[in-house]
């Protein structure tokens, strides 16, 4: 058996994802109609911008809602909206598919 079966890792998130996925949603509204939104484009978007963030781990069992109202952190938010900017710029000049 190896020593990860005896552990459930599953609560141990990376809030940058959620982070990352809300400030994408909400810059991508101005984008509306001037850039492709298909799967792959926002998926690699999404890519793009997590590779870019620092990792944001957490060991929860209580679940996004508390770590949402627990995190203030200005620079971090601020790097993820940089981040995202960053992202939905280079997709959309160079977007993996014709
Ligand atoms: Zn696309």
Redesign the pocket.
Known sequence: MAFIDNYNLEHVVNEAERLVHEELGLQLESYEGTI???????ADMAAMALNTVKPLYRYTLLGTLWASSARSDAAYDASVREAVSGAIEK?RLN???D
């Open positions: 492709c939104l298909c799967n792959d484009c926002v997709i977007p993996s598919h």
